[in-house]
């Protein structure tokens, strides 16, 4: 029997897997569909974070 996520051969503490890593991953499956990717792209995170403090510097400098 081999692992269903690597191909290699099971382990038997951790069958159907060869390891607790795949048993993981097999369960990430069925928990999301597939591996759950992020959703947000990191820069668009960046970019909102510099806004925010842009913002924020900006009525914090603004003289009266
Ligand atoms: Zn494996």
Redesign the pocket.
């Known amino acids: 029997m081999t692992?269903p996520?690597?191909?290699?051969p099971t382990v038997a503490r951790f069958r159907p897997?060869?390891?607790g890593?795949?048993a993981d991953v097999d369960l990430g499956k069925w928990l999301g569909g597939e591996y759950a990717v992020p959703s947000r792209d990191p820069e668009d995170m960046e970019e909102a974070a510099e806004a925010a403090a842009q913002e924020r510097e900006g009525s914090i400098a603004k003289p009266r």
């Open positions: 692992c996520i690597c191909k290699r897997f060869c390891s890593r795949c």
